[in-house]
Each structure stands twice: as C-alpha cells, then as structure tokens.
C-alpha cells in the first residue's frame, strides 16, 4: 500500500515509512521541483521513496532475525 501511496505524495509515503526528518526535507524540495519542472522531477522521488520503503521494510526484517 505504501509503494502506491509514493506514486502519488512521495514525502507522505516517506514519513510512513518512518523517516521523519528525510519527509520534511523531501517536501521542502519536492513541491518547487514539482512547480518549476512540471513534474519532469517526480519520478526521481518515487524511487527515492521506494528505495526508503524498501529499506524500512529489511530493517524490520532484519531485527524479526535477531530476535529469534
């Protein structure tokens, strides 16, 4: 659900992913990237927001290992 949700507000998708301060300086740069480019920059920060996710989610992972 997350990866759908970085298609459409990346810096939203980010803080979910639980990486506040990376949200709050992805917003600070996505919305004039998204207003001088017209977009052209958007697809630069879904990847950057599914890489996150995608680590978020190894992390979890990683620990649910270590635990047992």
Avoid: C, K
């Avoid at 639980?18 to 709050?24: C, K, L």
């Avoid at 740069?29 to 958007?42: D, E, R, V």
Wanted: glycine share 4%.
């Amino acid at each position: 659900m997350n990866y759908v949700l970085a298609l459409f507000l990346p810096p939203l998708s980010i803080l979910l992913a639980g990486r506040p301060f990376v949200a709050i300086i992805t917003f600070i740069i996505w919305i004039p990237a998204i207003i001088f480019s017209g977009g052209l920059t958007h697809p630069m920060f879904i990847l950057l927001a599914w890489i996150l996710i995608y680590q978020s989610h190894e992390d979890r992972r990683a620990r649910r290992m270590n635990r047992d």
